[in-house]
């Protein structure tokens, strides 16, 4: 399934899931890569429609420029890959960060697309995001001395809930460089990560918001991200105001928080959304 695409002078990493064209093509949130949606394909996210999933420059394996990480060089890059595919108009579709840079994509380039699928993200977010975002970020950069160490960190994640499978695994293994030594790293860079949020923040979203004509699905899923009483990453009246800025904007809730939405049973049932709203 793996194969990489020649884009904008680097090499973008993708994962091809084959079913009936066009494509949904997927792009991960801030930090993770094209293996998060695992759990969305195993839940029957293919058997309608082929998917490919992207990891974005600077995450997982496709190349990690020093610079160039604003929503116009993601945009670029992601075009690129529709043009070494040979698609056309497709439906386009991510997850936090990668909503956020398809709805960029569909204001940037509007012939492309034909529906948007945009899942658990929006235009703004609240001030505790980056507190909650905290613990993924600190991973970053850190090297712990063995995959089993790494693997211990990542299954005792708070906004894991002790949920996990072999599809969160795979997630997190296609996250780290396994060196020589036995030692861990993950393969994105903290700096990466630090340019794109500097990037993001330097978009007029809302007159992006206004660009985008196409129906677009906004699954939202507002479970604590973490123990009772965690706030969510994206608050429902956040996502519903992003539904309602977008001229065809639809917002539905789903079980689940940030992360977990997209694994196991919650899995199923964004995938029946996704599937209705393909349908229609």
Known sequence: MGAFADTNNIRIHYLDYA?????????????????????????????????VAL???????????????????HAADVVGVLDALG?????????????????YMAAKYPERFSK??????????????????KPSLDRLDK???????????????????????????????????????G??????PRKVIQEVSAKTEEVDWRQIAAQVKHPTLLLNAPGAYGSPGTPPVLPREYAMETAS???NG??????????????????????????????K
């Open 116 to 133: 948007l699928v945009i899942i658990d993200s929006a235009i703004s977010w609240p001030s505790g995001t980056g507190a909650l975002l």
């Open 245 to 247: 800025l977008l001229p």
């Open 55 to 73: 990891d974005l420059r600077g995450r997982g394996l496709s190349d990690k420029p020093d610079t160039g990480y604003g929503m116009a060089d």
């Open 143 to 181: 090297v712990s001395p063995s995959w089993d160490v790494y693997l211990n960190l990542a299954k005792g994640m708070p906004f894991l809930d002790g949920y996990w499978d072999q599809y969160i695994e795979e997630h997190y293994r296609a996250d780290v460089e396994i060196r020589a030594d």
């Open 183 to 188: 030692s861990v790293k993950p393969r994105t």
């Open 87 to 103: 698609l056309g108009q497709i439906v386009l579709g991510g997850h936090s960060f990668g909503g956020m840079l398809a709805l």
């Open 19 to 51: 079913g009936a064209n066009p494509p949904l093509v997927l792009m991960p949130g801030l930090t993770n890569n094209a293996h998060s949606f695992g759990g969305l394909v195993h839940a029957g996210l293919n058997k309608t429609r082929r998917v």
């Open 250 to 279: 639809e917002y539905v809730r789903v079980p689940g928080n940030h992360l977990t939405m997209i694994l196991g049973e919650n899995a199923k049932r964004v995938v029946t959304e996704i599937t209705r709203f393909l349908e």
